[in-house]
């Protein structure tokens, strides 16, 4: 059986005997969309004839099979049972409550004021439990996606996927039984912390088992579920919920220290790094790859994008496309398809596609020459307004190298470029000194290559190759 304490705190008041029946019935109600046969019912304690109280009663789990206990074993054993938790919570979520009023919770404003709300509560644990500059990144990098990405939540909410969900899942709270998970305890005293993203739900559990050490049962459910669902989760939004579950969390180990829990203090510090992490790696990038024809622009581009989770746009796919650009089979400098009107359409439709990819959470690397210093500062006002941390690469490589490359990719005919020495010749005398960018010289080891343009990444993004 489970009792409520007479207690009363700034959410909840149990003080009296009708609000702890209703807060029990509420929770066996609610905890019966995943787990009615461990919700047995509310019972009545009696004492001399009357009632004095009341409690939830349930039926007892093996602790052994916690998924917060198998996670700690081989991976052939949680493997199986991860999956099994991820296809029972995309049942629940596509079957879940769904209305504008819970959609209310989860747009960008929502959930910024929701994480001012917990950071307002953490700020006098600062100095004694939390680092005041690790607090003071995360608020900053939470607040700077969320002022971009407002048409992320919006698209969020217009395809369905916010619904009343689970709101605190905890692998300690999963039970793996031979006929399927069971799945307890979600929030029942504030309706408004269950309505929810989907992928906040599951960045809650994937917060956790990241928590317990076992990143790679994080990563299956994750996997698992958009699989279930048949769909991408765009991985900003996901590393963002995961920060703010953390965030909760630290709020809570907080609490518990306020309480007299000495471990809690350590464990609070290690889930607001954890948070920041995943912010980190939740940054919205704009990288530019710029050069001369033959410089391996698109090599490294293609590199780093996959490096980063980021999509590549290139000029030259743009450039066939474009509408009324002629073709010529040796286009000279200025000409054809690469005349300055072409190019100028070009450019503009590169920045276009890729304003719309940053504003729903997606990082971008543009690759294209860049010469024009103009184009150059129309991308960084695009990153400015879509608050996209912009790196400029310029990929350099000796005369010889670069003229090699363009003759054999010519012969072979199998890349879209139609950049031909001359082109290159006539290109490298116009193109001025581009200072902003890091210079990354292909004609080394492509791996360090790519090294080279990694560093020239800050942040813990590049976690997610």
């Given at each position: ?6 207690l009363r705190f700034d959410f909840l008041d149990l003080t009296s005997l009708s609000a ?28 001399r004839g009357q009632v004095v109280d009341h409690a939830v009663l349930m039926r007892r ?246 490096a980063i989770g980021a999509e590549v746009i290139r000029s030259d796919e743009i450039r ?146």
């Amino acid at each position: 059986m489970k009792f409520r304490k007479p207690l009363r705190f700034d959410f909840l008041d149990l003080t009296s005997l009708s609000a702890r029946e209703e807060d029990c019935r509420r929770e066996v109600d609610l905890n019966s969309r995943l787990a009615p046969d461990v919700y047995i019912g509310v019972a009545d304690v009696s004492a001399r004839g009357q009632v004095v109280d009341h409690a939830v009663l349930m039926r007892r789990l093996p602790a052994d099979r916690s998924l917060a206990e198998l996670v700690r074993r081989p991976e052939a054993i949680w493997g199986p049972e991860v999956a099994k938790v991820s296809s029972v919570l995309e049942r629940f979520h596509a079957r879940a409550q769904r209305s504008d009023a819970i959609s209310a919770h989860a747009t960008a404003g929502a959930v910024r004021d929701a994480f001012d709300g917990n950071v307002k509560e953490m700020r006098r644990f600062v100095g004694t439990v939390l680092d005041q500059d690790t607090l003071d990144r995360v608020v900053e990098a939470v607040h700077r996606y969320l002022k971009g990405r407002s048409r992320l939540f919006e698209s969020r909410i217009d395809s369905g996927h916010i619904c009343d969900g689970h709101g605190d899942l905890q692998a300690s709270d999963i039970y793996c039984l031979a006929d399927g998970p069971r799945i307890l305890d979600c929030l029942q005293f504030d309706d408004a912390l269950r309505c929810v993203d989907v992928v906040a739900d599951l960045a809650f559990l994937a917060m956790d088992l990241d928590r317990l050490g076992s990143r790679g049962a994080a990563e299956l459910l994750v996997d698992r579920y958009e699989q279930f669902a048949g769909e991408v989760i765009p991985r900003s939004l996901l590393d963002l919920y995961i920060a703010l579950r953390a965030q909760v969390r630290t709020k809570v180990a907080c609490i518990r220290h306020e309480q007299g829990s000495a471990e809690s203090a350590t464990e609070a510090a290690q889930l607001l790094l954890l948070a920041l992490a995943h912010l980190e790696r939740a940054e919205v990038r704009l990288v530019l790859v710029g050069g001369l024809p033959g410089t391996g622009k698109s090599t490294i581009a293609e590199r780093l994008a996959t490096a980063i989770g980021a999509e590549v746009i290139r000029s030259d796919e743009i450039r066939r496309a474009t509408p009324g650009a002629r073709y010529a089979p040796t286009p000279g400098y200025l000409e054809g398809r690469y005349s300055p009107e072409t190019t100028r359409r070009v450019y503009s439709e590169l920045l276009r596609r890729a304003a719309g990819r940053l504003s729903v959470g997606q990082s971008v690397v543009l690759d294209a020459s860049w010469i024009d210093a103009t184009q150059r500062r129309a991308a960084e006002d695009l990153a400015e307004a879509a608050t996209a941390h912009l790196t400029e690469l310029h990929c350099v490589a000796p005369w010889p190298v670069a003229e090699r490359r363009i003759r054999d990719r010519l012969a072979r005919g199998d890349d879209i470029s139609e950049a031909t020495v001359a082109v290159a010749r006539a290109m490298a005398l116009a193109e001025p000194e581009w200072l902003s960018a890091v210079a990354v010289d292909t004609s080394k080891d492509p791996e360090e290559s790519l090294a080279d343009a990694l560093a020239s990444l800050s942040g813990s993004a590049l976690d997610r190759t």
